[in-house]
């Protein structure tokens, strides 16, 4: 009676649900076989992290040095002062002889090309069967001999009274001034062949150094320049020789670390050399052309003044 009870369902657990509670207790065994299965690769995962942990450890017991504050801060550093507080020369040095190099160079070129130009000689100089480029080379040569010799006595005198320079940097800062020199003095002569008064070539020239200068780190910054003035000022020849003679003043380095300045100056004395060439050549050509046509309005102003002679 009971079985029939349970086959006919008209009991309150009949066979109908003992088939749903034995498909759940299967779904929950394939759950628990996928939960173990898990379970091994997490095991498995962390055993490989805990080799890795006594290796990390095995590491660290090896290591000699174990104070913490040692490990937060392994570099040592020393800061040391350029200059003394008292005086601030040795910081104004480098560009100090910058300084007086480029207004020495730029000046002293103006006033050769001037005075030649003033020559009585001038007139002959141009009629000469001779290149240009000689007389531009000689004047080149002249001036960047007397800058180089007083630039070099200037060295010499810090030498002597100026116990942070060093001899073995002396070479380097010289070769430098050197450079920078030449492109002051062709900027020099390209201002004397341009103006045609004394006057206005001396203006000319302070101004161009005075714009040098301003344009640079001495007086403002480069630092707090706006993006694209800085760009324009770091291009300073002024810029680049101070930079130069200022890196050798404290770090005393060899001369092939200055390549990328140094031949920046190289480029623009060539640049500065063929445009002086170019204007000085078209220059005579005016001035040959003028010569010949004052020439031939004189002349011919004696041929016909000696006609009228003639008729009377």
């Known amino acids: 009676t009971n079985a029939e009870n349970q086959f006919t369902g008209s009991e309150s657990y009949s066979f109908n649900h003992i088939e749903t509670v034995v498909e759940t207790l299967e779904d929950s065994?394939?759950?628990?076989?996928?939960?173990?299965?898990?379970?091994?690769?997490?095991?498995?995962?962390?055993n490989l992290a805990i080799g890795d942990l006594e290796s990390y450890s095995s590491d660290l017991s090896s290591l000699?040095?174990?104070?913490?504050?040692?490990?937060?801060?392994?570099?040592?550093?020393?800061?040391?002062?350029?200059?003394?507080?008292?005086?601030?020369?040795?910081?104004?040095?480098?560009?100090?002889?910058?300084?007086?190099?480029?207004?020495?160079?730029?000046?002293?070129?103006?006033t050769l090309v001037m005075m030649e130009k003033k020559s009585p000689a001038y007139i002959r100089n141009v009629l000469l069967p001779i290149r240009k480029t000689k007389f531009i080379f000689a004047n080149f040569l002249s001036t960047l001999f007397l800058v180089a010799v007083q630039m070099a006595i200037l060295l010499v005198v810090s030498l002597v009274f100026m116990e942070e320079v060093s001899f073995l940097s002396f070479p380097v800062m010289f070769v430098a001034i050197l450079c920078g020199t030449s492109v002051f003095t062709l900027i020099g002569m390209a201002i004397g062949s341009i103006f045609s008064?004394?006057?206005?070539?001396?203006?000319?020239?302070?101004?161009?150094?005075a714009l040098f200068l301003f344009l640079s780190g001495v007086i403002i910054p480069?630092?707090?320049?706006?993006?694209?003035?800085?760009g324009?000022?770091?291009?300073?020849?002024?810029?680049?020789?101070?930079?130069?003679?200022?890196?050798?003043?404290?770090?005393?380095?060899?001369?092939?670390?200055?390549l990328e300045p140094l031949s920046m100056l190289l480029l623009y004395a060539g640049l500065l050399f063929v445009l002086i060439l170019i204007a000085d050549l078209l220059l005579h050509k005016n001035l040959v052309h003028k010569l010949l046509y004052r020439q031939h309005k004189k002349a011919r102003k004696?041929?016909?003044?000696?006609?009228?002679?003639?008729?009377?």
């Open 232 to 258: 324009l000022v770091e291009l300073n020849p002024y810029v680049l020789l101070e930079g130069v003679i200022r890196a050798e003043f404290i770090f005393q380095n060899p001369l092939i670390s200055y």
């Open 29 to 46: 065994m394939t759950q628990a076989g996928l939960a173990n299965e898990d379970l091994i690769d997490s095991l498995l995962d962390l």
């Open 302 to 312: 004696l041929r016909e003044k000696a006609k009228e002679e003639r008729r009377h």
């Open 64 to 110: 000699e040095v174990t104070d913490s504050e040692t490990l937060t801060a392994p570099l040592v550093t020393r800061v040391e002062t350029l200059s003394d507080e008292e005086s601030k020369f040795n910081f104004l040095f480098p560009s100090i002889l910058a300084l007086v190099g480029m207004f020495l160079s730029i000046m002293l070129a103006n």
């Open 222 to 230: 480069i630092e707090g320049m706006a993006p694209e003035l800085r």
């Open 197 to 209: 008064s004394e006057e206005t070539s001396t203006l000319a020239a302070i101004s161009t150094g």
